[in-house]
């Protein structure tokens, strides 16, 4: 069973934020913004690619929902969801990190000499 699905059955705590049957809301334990959220379905999907469009349809509320409940859809956030190696996903349970509370920077994300293959 992966780390979230751990969570999902109450194995391992979380300080949990808001949740439905099907989504769970909860702060990371290693957060890189003021406020940082781990948004997951309860149900296992191992990634953003492998996402039903159906799973989304529900999820983009539930997302919406947290965001309200934590005020943030009056000063913004951002949602970012890494997806595969190379989007350095490091648990292989589709989660979106929402992260606010401060004006968040814009760093350039790729490793310098990675990138410079590509200009
Ligand atoms: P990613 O690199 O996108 O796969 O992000 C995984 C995130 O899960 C990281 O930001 C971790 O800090 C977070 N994380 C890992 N284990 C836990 C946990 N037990 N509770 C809360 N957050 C966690």
Request: glycine share 6%; net charge negative.
């Amino acid at each position: 069973m992966c780390i979230f699905c751990k969570i999902v059955a109450g194995e391992i705590p979380a300080n949990k934020v808001m949740e439905n049957e099907e989504f769970l809301a909860f702060h990371d334990i290693n957060p890189k913004a003021p406020i940082h959220i781990l948004i997951i379905p309860k149900h296992h999907v191992e990634n953003f690619q492998s996402t039903p469009p159906e799973l989304m349809a529900k999820m983009t509320p539930f997302i919406q929902e947290v965001a309200k409940k934590l005020e943030l859809d009056k000063t913004g956030y951002r949602l970012i969801v890494n997806n595969g190696e190379d989007g350095g996903q490091e648990v292989m349970h589709l989660h979106f990190h929402m992260l606010g509370g401060a004006k968040l920077s814009w760093p350039y994300l790729a490793i310098e000499e990675e990138a410079k293959k590509y200009m």
